[in-house]
């Protein structure tokens, strides 16, 4: 099977694999029969993503040459990509030292690669080769497990022979990594085993067995590992063995997904590539999640690395405007009680958020000229008729516009008919800071001591978010 590149990846030729050294330098001559394009890729891993470090051209022997004479490769995985449908093939790059080799492979069989001078590549293709030849021993048996028209007895056959290749494959893993315990392959090897939980099998209900090995997956889930290897960073498994930890293993919480990412970070050196990695990739998520409530992990990402300068990497001017705007998420963020509002009603009386009296207040932000507010309205006069009574909800009806524009406020709310919404404006829009107003509509779902329970979120989600508050008030017994 040929290995493929997303196209859109190799457009793009960073710099990130290269450690400038006085005496360090690279040579790796490849050889690829059947392969006669002008030029050849060389790129890497990095996270979840693939960079080009270098290209070679090819010379009047057919060979091509990777080479620097004052820059050694960053350790990691390296990949080999043949133009012009970027099949590739994969290299171990082991040290600063030791990056002076031959490859040699055929078009008709990229995986076949044979090396000369770097013991670790040889290591790396010896494993690679007994996997495909346990692939292709295994398939047969795979298809017929998978065929619903098997007979039985030939199906457990296959079931049984498949079991023996795994566990031969196992074998093999746990030699070569006992054996060769520095190598970068056996460092491969561990990051794509999977741990195996106890079966719990005095446990008679399934569902806290499964909760058992759940927990059991997390606490153990980085055993045996060194998630300080360097040259882990530039191959595929680091991110995807820490990433499934975070977003798989973890309750979608931002709570527990802050303390799992610093659990995870805390085996780093906070100096080393890796550490820089995933705190720039986990800030990044947290800051563009769709999720409720996730502004809270953006929150903890800044506070916990770059507001006391543990980002040594970032500029000051761009902490200072991340330290900004954590600083003004974090009154608002779900669980913190609501910023009180001083406001004026339609008569000219004032009125705060803290006088209204409601198990759920709806705190609504809209404008009479926004469009998206004109579709939130109706949808929100639905919920309200819905909600109103049976679940003692009022809406704090806020209309964003300052002073002379407020009489059309008012104009707005006789024509939608959201006179009984308790409406209100102030004419010094104090509201915008306290209340981070960006766009409208904004709506944010208070409980009966004014804490933030839900904010952000559309008002075609209100009642659904309403439901689920309701039902754990039912089995709470409230």
């Known amino acids: ?29 490849v050889d690829i029969e059947g392969y006669n394009e002008a030029i050849l890729t060389l790129g890497y891993y990095m996270m979840d993503k693939q960079y080009i470090v270098d290209t070679a051209s090819r010379s009047p022997e057919g060979t091509y040459v990777f ?96 079991l023996a290749i795994d566990q031969e494959v196992k074998a093999y893993q746990e030699a070569l990594a006992t054996s060769q ?12 085993q999977s741990p195996e939980p106890p079966a719990y099998a005095q446990e008679t209900n ?6 058992l090995q759940w927990r059991w997956l997390q606490e153990h889930y980085f ?37 799992a990412i610093d659990q995870v970070l805390n085996r780093l050196d906070p100096q080393s590539e890796a550490y820089r990695m995933l705190v720039v990739h986990y800030t990044n998520e947290a800051a563009t999640s769709k999720l409720v409530g996730m502004d809270a992990l953006y929150v903890h990402m800044v506070d916990r690395y770059y507001g006391n300068g543990k980002a040594y990497w970032a500029d000051e001017e761009q902490v200072g405007k991340m330290v900004d705007n954590a600083n003004r998420l974090e009154p608002l963020l ?31 932000f809209w404008r009479y000229d926004c469009p998206a507010c004109k579709k939130s309205t109706p949808l929100m006069k639905e ?44 004419p010094y829009q104090r509201f915008y800071k306290s209340y981070d107003i960006q766009s409208t509509p904004a709506i944010f779902l208070l409980d009966e001591d004014k804490t933030i329970v839900s904010k952000r979120i559309g008002a075609d989600q209100l009642g659904e978010v ?12 409230k």
């Open 1 to 29: 099977m040929k290995n493929r590149l997303p196209l859109l990846l190799l457009l793009f030729v960073l710099t990130l694999g290269l450690s400038a050294q006085d005496d360090a330098a690279y040579r790796i001559e």
């Open 67 to 162: 080479e620097s004479d004052t820059a050694a490769l960053e350790p990691g995985i390296y990949l080999v990509v043949l133009s012009p449908d970027n099949n590739y093939f994969e290299v171990l790059v082991s040290s600063d030292d030791d990056q002076e080799f031959t490859l040699h492979t055929s078009t008709a069989d990229l995986a076949n690669v044979t090396v000369e001078g770097d013991r670790q590549n040889e290591l790396f293709y010896e494993y690679l080769t007994f996997i495909r030849q346990k692939q292709e021993e295994s398939a047969p048996y795979r298809q017929t497990v998978s065929d619903s028209t098997a007979a039985p007895a030939l199906a457990a056959q296959a079931r049984e022979r498949l």
């Open 181 to 192: 315990p520095d190598a970068f392959v056996s460092s491969i090897i561990r990051f794509n």
């Open 206 to 211: 399934q569902d806290e067995r499964q909760r």
């Open 223 to 259: 055993d045996g590992l060194n998630l300080g290897d360097p040259r882990l960073v530039r191959t595929p498994f680091l991110f995807s063995r820490v990433d499934y930890f975070i977003n798989s293993l973890q309750v979608r919480h931002p709570d527990t997904l802050a303390a």
């Open 334 to 364: 779900i669980g913190k009680k609501a910023p009180d509002l001083h406001m004026t009603r339609r008569d000219g009386s004032p009125i705060n958020l803290y006088d209204v009296d409601a198990k759920y207040t709806v705190l609504y």
């Open 383 to 426: 919920f309200f008729e819905k909600y109103g009574e049976m679940a003692d909800v009022r809406i704090f009806s806020v209309c964003t516009k300052g002073a002379d524009e407020i009489g059309n406020c008012w104009d707005y709310v006789d024509e939608q008919g959201t006179g009984d919404w308790i409406q209100v404006a102030d």
């Open 466 to 477: 309403m439901d689920g508050f309701l039902q754990q008030a039912a089995a709470a017994g």
